[in-house]
């Protein structure tokens, strides 16, 4: 478990970032992190592995006090998966950026092939394993440094926008991916801004603003809000407005999802005259 | 005004060292004042077409070009992305990348001051490009401490600046909350709509952007596989399938139609959505 208890961070150049932040994130749990630029998502983020250290409050991996700890050590257990690739990568090959981790971490060679293999076959690289990372599409160059990753097996995962430059299919992918490793009891931590996707996966969805946490609950209640939504510089799912409009039609206001959607909509219609 | 702002003719392009073409045999044409999206699975070549629309290759990326571009009539063989700037600015994904300057003031100016225009011409273009973007109270301060979305406009500003014919913006909202991603996609459409300017937008995202384009081309493997306005490229059963991440109301009545609903034309927004349901609704009841 991450458990964070009035975590507050200020930058050395005065800025407050994070302001009182409770927050508890458990084993299989899937969290999506929402709000506005400069919110402080990222900055939260960094302090599950130890990169940050709190300014005041305190925050525990495995009960652990992260003030205690170096970044290599948490890094076993939590996994970060920045948003630009390009601050990540410095290998010649994809094959050896996912290596890395795994070397460092002192892993036989034969084990790091077939984890390196496991995962480029995972994330659909099989092709570009002796490519340059830095030669990739932007879209691909993150799914490596997902991969980089990956292959260490961290206990938790924390993806800063994970679906920039991703297509639909790629999306989806991702999406099974993650629920993949909940059902595997691992927790999952996803920051975006991709509104349509949280919709998609509905995981408990925790908004800041300025650095507090101004809501915390189910994908459907808090997308659903138009208050929320307004607060945390969101849009509404399109479904999630659809349903605002047609209210008057008996539509249930927390659909999020277009499939849900349908059925709702198929239902109605099939009741006749 | 009429007539062509780009003519793309067989082209294909290769990157040094790369073992497959990023683009294969692509044409196209996009008139003068036009809003079209660009868009496909990721690696499909997108990022590639559009440096081919400012010169970028093959001037600056190695590798080989088969086929011509013409903008504005000029071949982007025989013109410098210097040259080409006056007429075609590029907005990236990150506006991080495109601001340098320790003021968002400097950062507009500096496109009209490298282009050599004299001191009033730049002051007047500067004054322009920052009112257009609404970044008139934030001139003086360094870009870095503003918003996301003050960024985004602050690059799209600088680009103004240098009063492009058209202007490519690959992926610009990628790294915006929501509702910085709707205000800069309408203040494209602005752009577009008010100045005439022409409008070539590289997205993934398609449920904002989709309601302002008149055109949509679908790349996938370096090819244009679809073209055409965008409801009725989104009612394809292929478009899905290639991962097209087409807006969530226009997926919803492609599947109602699957299951037998009668959906004449696919919507883009929501509020087209809503009235057609309704109409079904109240014909039901």
């Known amino acids: 478990m991450i458990e964070i208890e009035g975590l507050a961070f200020k930058y050395p150049n005065g800025v407050l970032a994070l302001d009182d932040v409770n927050l508890k994130i458990g084993e299989g749990e899937f969290l999506a992190l929402m709000g506005e630029n400069g919110a402080g998502k990222t900055t939260l983020i960094k302090h599950f592995n130890g990169l940050l250290k709190p300014t005041a409050g305190v925050v525990r991996v495995d009960g652990l006090d992260t003030r205690h700890l170096s970044v290599a050590s948490l890094s076993r257990k939590v996994g970060l998966v920045f948003q630009n690739p390009d601050h990540q990568f410095f290998c010649e090959t994809v094959r050896e950026e996912i290596s890395f981790g795994l070397l460092n971490f002192g892993y036989p060679r034969h084990m790091i092939e077939k984890r390196v293999n496991q995962v480029l076959r995972m994330l659909d690289l099989e092709r570009y394993s002796e490519s340059s990372p830095f030669a990739l599409s932007g879209g691909e160059k993150k799914r490596v440094a997902l991969a980089s990753v990956l292959a260490w097996n961290p206990k938790y995962l924390v993806l800063d926008e994970p679906t920039i430059g991703q297509d639909a299919l790629q999306k989806e992918r991702l999406r099974n991916f993650i629920i993949q490793l909940i059902t595997q009891g691992k927790c999952v931590v996803v920051v975006s801004h991709d509104v349509e996707f949280v919709a998609e996966c509905k995981p408990r969805v925790v908004v800041l603003s300025k650095g507090r946490i101004i809501a915390d609950g189910p994908a459907h209640k808090i997308l659903s809000s138009e208050e929320v939504v307004g607060r945390g510089s969101l849009i509404m799912p399109q479904i999630a407005e659809l349903m605002k409009l047609l209210k008057k039609h008996g539509f249930p206001a927390e659909v999020i999802d277009v499939y849900t959607a349908c059925m709702e909509i198929q239902k109605r219609m099939s009741r006749g005259p | ?285």
């Open chain 2, 1 to 285: 005004m009429g007539g062509l702002a780009v003519r793309v003719d067989g082209l294909s392009f290769t990157y040094a060292g790369s073992p497959f073409p990023a683009l294969r045999e692509v044409s196209l044409k996009i008139e003068r004042g036009e809003f079209i999206i660009i868009t496909g699975p990721s690696g499909c070549g997108k990022s590639t077409l559009c440096r081919c629309l400012n010169g970028l290759i093959p001037h600056f990326y190695p590798g080989k070009m088969e086929g011509n571009v013409e903008v504005f009539g000029m071949n982007t063989r025989f013109y410098t992305p210097k040259h080409l700037a006056r007429f075609v600015g590029l907005v990236f994904q990150n506006p991080e990348n495109q601001l340098f300057s320790l003021s968002v003031e400097g950062d507009v100016a500096f496109g009209p001051e490298n282009l050599g225009f004299p001191r009033e011409e730049t002051v007047k273009r500067v004054e322009e490009a920052l009112s257009l973007m609404g970044l008139k109270e934030v001139r003086d301060r360094a870009p870095y401490e503003l918003s996301g979305g003050q960024q985004q406009r602050a690059a799209i500003a600088s680009i103004l600046a240098m009063r492009p014919e058209m202007v490519v913006l690959d992926e610009p909202t990628s790294f915006l909350d929501p509702r910085s991603s709707l205000d800069i996609i309408e203040a494209i459409s602005f752009l577009n709509r008010r100045l005439g300017i022409t409008v070539v937008l590289v997205e993934h995202r398609l449920d904002i952007a989709s309601r302002f384009a008149d055109k949509i081309y679908i790349l996938d493997e370096g090819r244009i596989v679809d073209e055409g306005p965008p409801h009725q490229v989104y009612g394809r059963r292929e478009t899905l399938l290639l991962g097209v991440g087409v807006p969530r109301i226009s997926l919803l009545f492609q599947l109602l139609r699957e299951r037998g609903i009668p959906v004449k034309e696919i919507p883009l927004t929501v509020k087209e959505g809503a009235e057609k349901l309704e109409a079904f609704l109240v014909d039901r009841n």
